[in-house]
């Protein structure tokens, strides 16, 4: 029901509170804030944006995973996006099970990777692989059969390929 839906994201708030208190996050907290930008098209939603001046941004997951660089390329998207539209980031740490996972002090060279995103390899294996244009790809994809949905394809391609970059930084 609508009330039950209501008290579900009433108790996850506070629990974000409840976080950004025990790490004793700048204030104002913002919590679950929506970011969309039009020139990158990239968006998603930070769980807690603390702080005015210098923004500390982070990204809170109730159960830790053994793998979380996904997280990681996560997190980075939502302090740049935090940094282009709301206010400089200073850093953004990652939460598991109420620990800080990983904390990271933004840099401007994580601001500039996510900016200038470029399609992925053709081959990621080969040592000389050539870049290719996103749409050929695809295309290419379709006809072997390999592509299910569009979206969804294109989506993990550009995480691939920032994937890649941000294991650099």
């Not at 950004?20 to 944006?49: H, N």
């Not at 997280?71 to 800080?100: C, D, F, G, W």
């Not at 996972?101 to 050539?130: F, R, S």
């Amino acid at each position: 029901t609508e009330s039950m839906l209501k008290a579900s994201i009433e108790t996850d708030a506070n629990y974000k509170e409840k976080i950004a208190e025990k790490y004793k996050l700048p204030k104002p907290w913002r919590i679950e804030v929506y970011l969309y930008d039009k020139e990158t098209g990239l968006s998603g939603v930070a769980d807690i944006i603390a702080g005015e001046k210098r923004a500390v941004v982070a990204e809170i997951k109730r159960f830790k995973r053994e793998r979380y660089q996904h997280q990681r390329i996560q997190l980075l998207i939502y302090a740049y996006l935090t940094n282009k539209l709301i206010t400089p980031v200073e850093k953004a740490i990652l939460i598991h099970e109420e620990k800080i996972t990983l904390e990271i002090e933004i840099t401007k060279q994580h601001l500039e990777t996510i900016e200038k995103e470029e399609p992925p390899t053709t081959n990621p294996d080969q040592k000389n692989a050539q870049h290719v244009n996103t749409e050929e790809y695809v295309q290419k994809q379709k006809n072997k059969n390999f592509l299910r949905r569009k979206n969804s394809s294109e989506n993990h391609l550009s995480q691939r390929s920032l994937n890649i970059k941000m294991k650099n930084i």
